[in-house]
């Protein structure tokens, strides 16, 4: 690796110290804590203040008070040329959409489809001006993916896939001028369409075993490897490739060949999910790539330039899912209206309206998070621990939509050839796994949420531990308080006030009761997690790693909190008495999953309520063509 491309020596991180405390073993604890070495240098890309320390996340923890107004998003009017940019593009779908022309005979997205929304400018609206872009916010960005997921979700999923994780964002934040100069304005132009390749057949999670190496060969790169789920691949665009130079990661700007050779092949096989792309497999044999098509992230590696993108793609999941749903919703009014059991319209049945409900209430949570989390980005938020709670409550969300809500609404139509659920049951489960693995996400979120607190008390107690020989410490034991005399002082302390000092109300806007309600009792909550979260720090210590469980449980108490907040404050500011209805039953069902209550009659009463509200149209942005009803009973 040239000299300016090698990362600055590290500290240890507070991961594979923790590891190595614990009794893992140094392979472990050193792969560990290349992640989160990782992450560690991404934070650095932010100004402090922007940092994961200092998020609303992490403040309406471990803050004594929570920052009502970093939980409310910003609306946006999006500039006239943009706005015209999203238009046509719309148009240009829609137009293949009446026509019965978006996928091919193998059911894939035609090119002309993809040209023609490069003609619109769709590709380039993440793109710089400077390079043929049109700087769209993300404030304006991740809600209209939502517009188009309602014409045509694969195509939404594509725009974050080419403009998030693919390789404009990874040249628009790492390259150097030369390098913007060459890529973005055929990547603005979608002449060359792109991908990311990180994962392969051994390295998912574990992006420590990665395989791929680029190996310098004068002024060459020489790529040996295989790369596996990468979505958007075929011959001719270009692509960010994670590998391994000096056995340190790196990307490299591949521009694929206009077609398979002896020296870059793809790896077909057959993939429920993502079946209107193409998701293949790559594989490089001795390909040659230009040594100035190296990125250079400064301080860190490729997995930091992997890391960055992440959080743009997670919003847009979220986005993508929220109009997901709306054609689910879109889908079942009609069919609801028409169905009749006993003589009535299943639109009247209460189960039924509770199942529109509570889909309107998950909407409305979904179109919070990405307007709150857009808002943190471009305000200059890392937004790590944000995005990641947007993006495991739209991939949840949908599934628990498809499956619990529109499919048993449709019966057993939804599995017959041509209906929306049948053909896109796959498409509807698949965002849990890609983007990150919920669960896994999760404690990702846990890790982030506990690492200052870990680093500032826990380590120096830990260190004196292992230094003394103690495995399992004992208060009691004068030998061991002894030990810990020093470090146990400030842990102390921190738990003196806690447990004493009395914390502030929060200031929380001119808010409907019941909304206001849910914020109060969602910001108290989160006030009392602190003694909890380092109460199971504190029992478990060391071996808090292995307690994956524990973690993911605290995790998601604490996701679904900031959820009922950011949804509380979002919705007070609509107008649509149906939206803010929807908002309560999305911050009631999430209120019950963290107490483990059972619904009041109260509770069903609001959510058939809502569910009839519904029914009756009165639910914005559900303005799209409703499928065709199959077998009507009535010809």
Not at 97 to 115: C, S
Not at 480 to 496: D, E
Request: with cysteine; hydrophobic share 40%.
């Amino acid at each position: 690796m040239p000299p300016e491309t090698k990362p600055e020596p590290q500290e240890t991180s507070f991961a594979e110290t923790a590891l190595t405390l614990g009794g893992k073993s140094a392979d472990e604890a050193r792969r560990t804590g290349a992640i989160d070495t990782a992450d560690d240098q991404v934070e650095k890309l932010f100004q402090p203040q922007y940092q994961t320390a200092n998020s609303p996340a992490h403040r309406a923890v471990w803050d004594r008070g929570i920052p009502v107004e970093l939980f409310e998003s910003t609306p946006l009017n999006t500039p006239t040329e943009i706005r015209q940019v999203m238009d046509d593009s719309l148009e240009v779908v829609r137009g293949f959409k009446k026509n019965n022309a978006v996928t091919d005979d193998k059911g894939k997205i035609r090119d002309e489809v993809l040209n023609g929304l490069g003609e619109a400018g769709y590709w380039g609206l993440l793109v710089d001006k400077k390079y043929g872009g049109s700087s769209t916010p993300f404030r304006s960005f991740a809600p209209f993916l939502t517009e188009m997921a309602m014409v045509d979700p694969t195509l939404a999923g594509l725009a974050s896939v080419h403009g998030c994780i693919g390789a404009v964002d990874p040249v628009s934040t790492f390259g150097n001028e030369e390098q913007k100069q060459r890529y973005l304005p055929k990547l603005a132009s979608g002449e060359r369409l792109s991908a990311f390749a990180l994962t392969e057949p051994c390295a998912g999670s574990d992006l420590t075993a990665l395989r791929t190496t680029a190996k310098l060969d004068g002024d060459h790169y020489v790529l040996n490897g295989e790369k596996l789920f990468i979505t958007n691949v075929v011959p001719g665009r270009t692509i960010g490739v994670v590998c391994l130079i000096d056995e340190v990661p790196a990307v490299l700007v591949v521009d694929l060949p206009p077609e398979e050779n002896e020296n870059f092949q793809l790896r077909k096989y057959g993939i429920w999910a993502l079946k209107h792309t193409y998701n293949q497999g790559i594989i490089f044999n001795n390909l040659r790539v230009p040594k100035e098509n190296l990125l250079n992230p400064g301080k860190g590696t490729g997995l930091t330039i992997a890391y960055h993108g992440l959080n743009l793609g997670r919003i847009a999941l979220c986005a993508n899912a929220a109009g997901t749903m709306r054609l689910m919703m879109a889908s079942m009014i009609p069919w609801v209206h028409f169905r009749e059991t006993y003589g009535e319209p299943i639109s009247k049945r209460e189960l039924v309206q509770r199942r529109l409900g509570k889909m309107a209430g998950m909407i409305v949570a979904a179109d919070a998070l990405v307007a709150w989390c857009s808002t943190l980005i471009d305000a200059g938020y890392r937004g790590e621990m944000e995005c990641i709670i947007a993006k495991i409550f739209g991939s949840e969300s949908q599934k628990t939509a498809a499956i619990e809500l529109f499919m048993k609404t449709h019966g057993g139509r939804s599995f017959l050839h041509g209906h929306m659920f049948g053909d896109n049951v796959h498409e509807y489960l698949a965002p849990c796994i890609y983007e990150g693995e919920g669960e896994m996400l999760g404690m990702a979120f846990f890790k982030s949420l506990v690492k200052k607190h870990g680093t500032q008390f826990f380590e120096p107690i830990g260190k004196a531990l292992h230094a003394a020989g103690i495995k399992k410490p004992n208060p009691f034991n004068p030998a061991h308080a002894w030990a810990l005399k020093g470090a146990l002082g400030p842990y102390a302390g921190w738990m003196m006030k806690e447990y004493m000092g009395g914390k502030p109300r929060p200031k929380l806007p001119q808010m409907p009761d019941d909304l206001k309600a849910h914020a109060q009792w969602a910001a108290d909550h989160l006030q009392d997690m602190p003694l909890k979260i380092s109460g199971t720090m504190r029992k478990h210590q060391l071996k808090l790693a292995d307690r994956q469980c524990r973690m993911s449980y605290l995790s998601q108490n604490v996701q679904d909190l900031m959820t009922i907040l950011c949804t509380a404050l979002y919705a007070a500011k609509q107008d649509n008495e149906t939206v803010r209805a929807a908002a309560d039953i999305a911050c009631r069902d999430l209120k019950r999953g963290i107490l483990l209550t059972r619904p009041s009659d109260r509770y069903f009463r609001r959510v058939t309520e809502v569910g009839a509200m519904v029914a009756e149209g009165n639910f914005p942005g559900v303005g799209v063509p409703p499928d065709e009803i199959m077998m009507r009973y009535d010809k």
